[in-house]
């Protein structure tokens, strides 16, 4: 569940030599969809009026296009949905049964985050809508890969689907995917109310509870380095700063590079065989 947009990447072309180490995962029973029917879209009108600015924005920007412009090259046995709609006052976003679906209560919470005066000046407004936009899609298609496609997964699920989020947007040309992976992290920082690396060392007064931990999810702290970390073990030079600054720590910086590449690894050998080779 929860979170996240236009993405502009030709993953296909990443992992052509890898197409034909694997099948699809298609029973005999299925008849796959064709190509032009792998995704179908749908902006579903808001009921919620307040909604409505933030639809034609979406319709404008073409959000869902761009989305499904990256999902439709793999080999779905079945048609996925990618919706955008109300949900009665719940800020969510969630996978089931071969549909993805992005409230726009949850859309509006990315817009007004990203419209807040506590922004801080190196994250763009539109850094700050379109990141986390961008991975909640990509987190629920992670879902809808390990459903649809039967990918084993070891872990946590939310843990994973995760960083297939993260790894999709890390293929993107490097002055794109910094911007939509320091959204991201901002979305997380502001969560946690964060402003500075120094915030991130301070006791919190709040007790806790111990059955906060019962969640799928990690905490937020958690998914902040988690995303940080592999980004920065993609590229230590492009995200040379979160570690200088201070907002991943360099024990866990030290791991990062083999984070990445495990990551990497079950991508290539699950994922990419199932990816159509650009034409
Ligand atoms: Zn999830």
Redesign the pocket.
């Known amino acids: 569940?929860?979170?996240r947009f236009p993405l502009r990447c030709s993953l296909a072309s990443l992992f052509a030599t890898c197409v034909g180490m694997m099948q699809p995962a298609v029973t005999a029973a299925q008849t796959p969809p064709p190509p032009s029917e792998r995704i179908v879209i749908a902006y579903v009108e808001p009921t919620n009026l307040a909604h409505k600015p933030l639809y034609d924005l979406l319709k404008e920007k073409r959000a869902l296009e761009r989305v499904k412009q990256i999902l439709e090259r793999i080999r779905w046995p079945r048609t996925l949905r990618l919706e955008l709609k109300g949900c009665d006052g719940e800020s969510n976003?969630?996978?089931e049964d071969a549909i993805v679906t992005v409230c726009y209560e949850y859309v509006d919470e990315v817009w007004q985050n990203a419209n807040s005066p506590k922004r801080p000046a190196m994250i763009s407004r539109e850094e700050a809508f379109v990141g986390p936009l961008s991975d909640t899609f990509l987190?629920?298609a992670?879902?809808a890969m390990f459903d649809l496609l039967k990918i084993p997964v070891f872990g946590r699920?939310?843990d994973a689907?995760?960083q297939v989020a993260a790894y999709h947007t890390l293929q993107l040309p490097k002055e794109r995917k910094l911007q939509l992976i320091m959204g991201t992290a901002f979305a997380y920082a502001s969560e946690l109310k964060i402003r500075s690396p120094r915030d991130l060392s301070r006791p919190r007064l709040r007790i806790g509870r111990h059955v906060t931990y019962a969640d799928?999810?990690g905490t937020p702290a958690q998914r902040l380095y988690n995303l940080l970390c592999i980004a920065y073990g993609s590229d230590k030079e492009l995200f040379a700063d979160v570690v200088k600054v201070g907002y991943l720590p360099s024990d866990r910086a030290d791991m990062c590079e083999d984070e990445y590449k495990q990551v990497d690894f079950a991508y290539r050998q699950l994922i990419a065989p199932l990816i159509d080779v650009s034409p």
């Open positions: 569940m929860r979170r976003a969630f996978y987190h629920e992670g879902h699920e939310e689907a995760d799928e999810h």
